[in-house]
């Protein structure tokens, strides 16, 4: 035997050495002639398959449709994201810059867009207004909504790779088409008003503030429509040169939102200095008081109550005011300092009706205007309230999106953004909530109400606070309101053209078009429009609650789809960012639509219903768009309109989860034989989705119906038993194969059909015959046809209960790549809790050619896209040298094959002689099995006066507690071994086989030597032969065997040729 096997070694690759066997005929066939005509098959397949890897030859039929690892994390381990940002297109194309990192790329572009100019000119009256306490309360709540929205943002950020587009992109691609393109255009509208808002800001800081001279429509601090009308007209002219400069030269605007950031971080540390500098209060600012009402229009030399000016003013034909004859007049110190104890007088607040003075106090007497006359006293110009001065601040809280629109510049997006943009969202909120306190601590409660400064001679109060003098604030604030203006209206259009392209509102496509310079000017153009039309109500304290609304509605629609995909748990959702839950979702959601009525319900009902036309518009006439959206998943849990959804297509990567359809099999009582097949199921239907149990009886339906309602009965019951929910059915048909083919076929309705199946592998194969094996292939191939995964638990009674921990390692050996069910198994494993304290260890084989290093480093980057934390390993193979262990093996297999169609033996005697040859070859050859797998069901009914071989044929043992009893030898049938001889001196193994054998031996050496302490081993399942021929299929089955010797628990997966897992959100 040794020399032949010698000889074997020596002549492995000469495949013109034929070696002659005598005929012997087995229905009607010689060997010899299949010998031959398999040979030449062979040959060709090899000339075919030259290229492959020897290690991996056992693979050569899925390494033609499916790619090895090494070539598929290659291929996608460095992407581009989609939507580019805005460009000039003069200029040169710019080097490949380094990514940006998260103080840059996120931290403070949130910066920039968060601060606008209602903290300059707004944020002093609204603390006069509310009072320290409800100012506090105004700025905590519009921050809590931000930062909620930010928590949901950053889930769903860092679930996969998000392109730019901002909430439009994450709304769209996570709650649909539908609801994406309704809150698309609330945020291109909110962002269109923004730029409105900002550039009315800008005109009120110029005119009011640095240059009053230039009012039109003359002195607009004695008529309030002057002045709104003096925006508008410069408002349009400012509108214009803006759109201009955005037309030509967005270079010019990418520069200037430097310049900008600058402005605001300069003028916000002055105004602290400031508050510092005068916290003893400063003689510069004074104020004019009547009584308890505020004075405009009078030189501080002139504030007595016997000056001409005033008598004059007062007692016109020498009858006096009423007020003006009961109350003095006083000179109060407008900035009173920290020191001063002010802050206690602005703690109330003091709210107003339009036409109120501004007073102190609340008393009538002081607050109406009683004799119909104003003279110069300050009015107020609007009503106010709590909840609308909530409206006209949240304005400053937004613009929370910058990180994530610019999440494809960004070196890690998945760390950058929630980290940038919450530490932006703690700052500016603590400079908000910090400045409310200030103000109120340093300015008096009278001149924090004076929205325009008129008591102080038309000055920012806030100007005045800081240091070194207001300049710095003036310019610094009119510099940033305009560089927020143009990103604004850089933004907006970008945003509109990338509606348009996806296509979901027919109407819009005329808008997806971009200039020869690559502007979107048509959508320039409607965004000008958009912005005049909020610029003609020139007032900042309509534009603020106006704009609130539609960005209230894009934050809440943030939060509820990170709601609806945490409380659905669909496969794909697995956020890097762990901070995050449902419960948090819903309460920043219910804030924004709190927040949105209480401030404003007639302009919420106007967002709202430009959302529900939207919606509808695109439900019933907009494009079909499949983005794996989360209403689509609920769909699968829906009636017969939700079953018509689905039935329009397979459902997108992210909402594919494992509809299981579990084949079990009975035994002769119709008990099923696998109990923890269904306990695997549970536990693989942690991530929900659809299981159906379906046994098939062999038998006439007509004559069998009682036996086929009884095992559905006890299939119910261990379905029950486990937990298992979902249907059960079971088929009687003629042949247990045809059976089982029909059930796969048609087995479900519409969307609701599954596309995974669990299927047992046949411990008993080689006892049992062709029979059992050929069913278990033709179930395999089956599966294929239908494009459904399939996944074989070995080792079923091994693996552990669905009420018991377990603790280790879950090993992946990832040898092709099929779609990511490998990587997605061992995941949805650990969302319950039997596996949830296994860690993830993933192998992968690297070939001859690869870089292992390079390998290695592309495989972490792409599970790291995948939000999978597992510790990798690349193993290398480099010894493809066939061992004779591998020929004697191979030799082995063969033998079986022939001596069962020379003998043509019986059942029993078949059991007997294959046997024979397994113990023949475990004695003569030292394995590194660990586990003999066995039929774990088939219990001990032998004779006592059987033989020992063949009580030990029947691998019979109780379950797993036998697994590892010592083999019990037996005496070999002379005739037998006689046989075994002959064939041995004559045969060589078929060099086809010997290479399959090879892997199979290799493979296992490996896996066995890094996963023998796993508690579950995960495989791609090697193609079953493409070949319809008993002897090929019996190899298969033994090459399987082989590949899992010494393996406790073993999960061979097969994928259905779509890919089930993304990096994208």
């Known amino acids: 035997m040794r020399e032949v096997l010698n000889m074997q070694c020596n002549s492995e690759k000469d495949d013109a050495d034929e070696t002659n066997i005598t005929p012997s005929e087995h229905n009607g066939t010689t060997l010899d002639t299949k010998q031959s005509d398999s040979r030449d098959v062979h040959s060709a397949e090899e000339n075919q398959k030259s290229t492959i890897d020897p290690n991996l030859y056992l693979y050569d039929d899925d390494l033609e449709t499916r790619p090895h690892i090494s070539t598929f994390i290659s291929s996608i381990a460095n992407y581009e994201n989609t939507i580019p940002a805005a460009t000039d297109p003069d200029a040169k194309p710019p080097p490949p810059s380094a990514r940006m990192g998260t103080l840059i790329g996120v931290f403070l572009p949130c910066i920039q867009n968060i601060f606008g100019v209602i903290l300059f000119i707004r944020l002093t009256w609204v603390v006069g207004t509310a009072g320290a306490i409800c100012g506090f309360l105004i700025v905590l709540t519009c921050c809590c909504v931000t930062m909620l929205t930010a928590i949901s943002m950053s889930a769903i950020a860092t679930n996969g790779v998000v392109p730019a587009g901002g909430s439009y992109f994450m709304i769209s691609r996570s709650l649909g088409p539908e609801f994406g393109g309704a809150v698309g255009m609330l945020f291109y509208t909110g962002t269109t008003l923004a730029a409105a808002m900002y550039i009315v800001g800008a005109v009120e800081i110029v005119l009011t503030y640095m240059a009053p001279w230039a009012s039109i429509f003359g002195d607009f601090t004695k008529d309030a429509e002057a002045m709104y009308n003096n925006f508008r007209v410069y408002g349009t002219l400012l509108l214009i040169f803006m759109g201009l400069i955005v037309f030509l030269g967005v270079k010019f605007v990418n520069k200037f939102a430097t310049v900008a950031l600058a402005c605001v971080i300069f003028s916000i540390i002055a105004v602290y200095v400031g508050i510092f500098d005068n916290i003893n209060g400063n003689e510069k600012l004074y104020l004019c008081v009547l009584g308890k ?54 703690i109330m607040p003091s709210f107003l009706e339009k036409g109120q003075f501004i007073a102190y106090g609340r008393n009538s007497v002081d607050i109406e205007n009683i004799g119909g006359q104003s003279y110069n006293q300050i009015m107020a110009d609007i009503t106010t309230s709590f909840t609308l001065l909530i409206g006209i601040f949240f304005p400053s809280v937004t613009g929370i999106m910058a990180g994530s629109n610019r999440s494809g510049d960004l070196a890690d997006a998945q760390k950058s953004i929630p980290i940038g943009t919450i530490c932006a969202i703690l700052t500016t909120s603590t400079v908000y909530l910090t400045s409310v306190l200030f103000f109120a601590g340093t300015v008096d409660n009278l001149l924090l109400r004076d929205k325009f400064g008129q008591s102080i001679g038309g000055k920012l109060v806030v100007a005045n606070i800081a240091w070194p003098n207001q300049w710095v604030i003036l310019i610094g604030s009119f510099l940033s ?89 669909t496969p794909n959702w697995r956020p890097r960012f762990k901070f995050y839950h449902w419960s948090l979702s819903l309460l920043g959601l219910t804030l924004c639509i709190s927040v949105m009525i209480m401030t404003s319900w007639y302009f919420a009902l106007l967002a709202m219903g430009m959302a529900v036309v939207i919606y509808k518009y695109i439900e019933y006439r907009g494009a079909e768009k499949e983005w794996g959206d989360g209403i689509r998943g609920m769909a699968l849990t829906a009636a017969r309109y939700s079953l018509q959804r689905l039935e329009e297509g397979p459902p997108h990567t992210k909402n594919w989860r494992p509809q299981i359809l579990v084949l079990s099999k009975l035994n002769d009582n119709l008990i099923p034989k696998y109990r ?78 599954p596309n995974t199946v669990i299927i047992g592998w046949p411990y008993s194969w080689r006892q049992e015959g062709r029979y059992s094996w050929k069913t278990f292939i033709q179930t395999v191939r089956t599966v294929a046809a239908c494009h459904m995964a399939l996944i074989v638990p070995k080792g079923i009674n091994f693996y552990p209960e669905s009420n018991h921990k377990i603790g280790g390692n879950i090993d992946i050996w990832w040898i092709v790549h099929d779609g990511g069910l490998l990587m997605l198994l061992p995941f949805l494993l650990k969302q319950h809790r039997t596996w949830r304290n296994c860690k993830l260890r993933i192998f992968t084989v690297a070939q001859i050619e690869d870089n292992s290093i390079q390998m290695k480093k592309d495989l972490k980057t792409f599970l790291y896209h995948l939000r999978i934390e597992a510790d990798v390993e690349v193993v290398e193979m480099n010894n493809s040298d066939i061992s004779a262990y591998t020929y004697e093996r191979t030799l082995m297999m063969e033998q079986r094959n022939q001596m069962l169609r020379a003998l043509g033996l019986n059942k029993k005697e078949n059991s007997k002689v294959v046997q024979t040859i397994v113990d023949h070859h475990y004695d003569a050859v030292k394995t590194a099995s660990r586990v003999r797998f066995a039929d774990p069901t088939i219990e001990e009914t032998q004779n006592h006066d059987t033989h020992n071989e063949e009580k030990r044929n029947s691998i019979d043992s109780d379950g797993p507690e036998s697994a590892d009893a010592p083999d019990i030898t037996s005496n070999k049938d002379e005739s037998t071994e006689k046989t075994d001889e002959n064939m041995k001196s004559s045969v060589k193994p078929d060099e086809f086989n010997v290479r399959r054998m090879h892997t199979a031996i290799k493979l296992n050496e490996v896996i066995v030597e890094k996963s023998q302490d796993a508690q579950l081993v995960i495989m791609n399942l090697p193609g079953p032969p493409r070949e319809v021929r008993a002897e090929r299929e019996s190899n298969y089955m033994e090459f399987l065997e082989v590949l899992t010797e010494g393996l406790e628990k073993v999960l061979m997966v097969r994928g259905g040729g779509r890919e089930v897992i993304t990096i994208y959100s």
Request: proline fraction near 4%; aromatic fraction near 6%.
């Open 481 to 569: 309101t305009l560089g927020a203006g143009l990103q604004s209206l850089t933004g907006a259009p970008r945003l509109l053209q990338a509606i348009a392209k996806d296509e979901i509102i027919p109407f819009l496509a005329p808008f997806a078009k971009s200039s020869n310079r690559g502007e979107p000017v048509r959508a320039l153009l409607l965004t000008i429009v958009i912005c005049q039309c909020g610029i003609l109500l020139g007032n900042v304290d309509l534009l603020a609650p106006l704009l609130s609304m539609f960005f209230l509605m894009c934050y809440g629609f943030v939060n509820l789809a990170c709601a609806v995909q945490t409380l659905l748990r």
């Open 293 to 346: 009402r505020v004075l405009k229009d009078i030189p501080l030399e002139n504030c007595t109550k016997e000056d001409p000016m005033l008598q004059d003013l007062y007692c016109p034909d020498h009858k006096c005011d009423e007020y003006y004859q009961n109350n003095n007049v006083t000179k109060v110190k407008g900035i009173k300092g920290l020191a001063s104890g002010v802050f206690y007088d602005n």
């Open 676 to 753: 923890k097949i269904f306990s695997f199921a549970t536990q693989l239907k942690a991530g929900k989705g659809l299981t159906i149990c379906v046994s098939v009886i062999k038998g006439d339906h007509t004559k069998i119906t009682n036996k086929a309602v009884d095992a559905k009965t006890t299939l119910r019951k261990y379905m029950t038993d486990e937990k298992v929910k979902g249907f059960c059915d079971v088929l009687v048909a003629q042949e247990i194969g045809e059976g089982l083919s029909s059930v796969i076929q048609t087995i479900g309705l519409g969307g609701m059909k």
